[in-house]
């Protein structure tokens, strides 16, 4: 007990600088939708599914009438997605780390019912739902 009290101001530096490593992976980033909200949605039909993979990941398999803008595009293709403004939009890429960051710029830019699909589709094709080519 003594070496922690002898040596407070370094037990509170490795508690700050923890923290702070963490707290990124604590916050939550966005809304998601596990696979059976976004089927559900989907079956709605007031749904835009918005794939941001690249256009070769894109064409090896994708989320029925899903709509392909790359996340590196998707700041200079935001008009595309104009006339979607009134309906949910899920936001896939391959494991749902990108759609986060996607679902993110989404949100900055004004649109309300963004959701980043869990998973991605890794869990969309292991849970065997369907995917066109």
């Given at each position: 007990?003594?070496?922690?009290?002898?040596?407070?101001?370094?037990?509170?530096?490795?508690?700050?600088?923890?923290?702070?490593l963490?707290?990124?992976?604590?916050?939550?980033?966005?809304?998601?939708?596990?696979?059976?909200?976004?089927?559900?949605?989907?079956?709605?039909?007031?749904?835009?599914?918005?794939?941001?993979r690249?256009?070769?990941?894109?064409?090896?398999?994708?989320?029925?009438?899903?709509?392909?803008?790359?996340?590196?595009?998707?700041?200079?293709?935001?008009?595309?997605?104009?006339?979607?403004?009134?309906?949910?939009?899920?936001?896939?890429?391959?494991?749902?780390?990108?759609?986060?960051?996607?679902s993110?710029?989404?949100?900055?830019?004004?649109?309300?019912e963004?959701?980043?699909?869990?998973?991605?589709?890794?869990?969309?094709?292991?849970?065997g739902?369907?995917?066109?080519?």
């Amino acid at each position: 007990m003594k070496f922690i009290i002898d040596n407070i101001w370094l037990f509170a530096v490795l508690l700050v600088s923890g923290g702070a490593l963490l707290w990124p992976y604590l916050q939550t980033r966005g809304r998601k939708a596990t696979l059976l909200q976004a089927t559900q949605m989907i079956n709605q039909g007031k749904t835009v599914v918005l794939d941001v993979r690249s256009a070769e990941d894109f064409a090896a398999g994708h989320i029925r009438n899903a709509l392909n803008i790359p996340q590196q595009d998707l700041p200079k293709r935001l008009g595309e997605l104009e006339k979607s403004r009134s309906k949910n939009i899920i936001v896939v890429c391959q494991a749902g780390v990108t759609s986060a960051k996607a679902s993110a710029q989404l949100d900055k830019a004004g649109f309300k019912e963004v959701y980043s699909l869990s998973g991605g589709l890794s869990a969309w094709q292991a849970q065997g739902l369907p995917v066109a080519r």
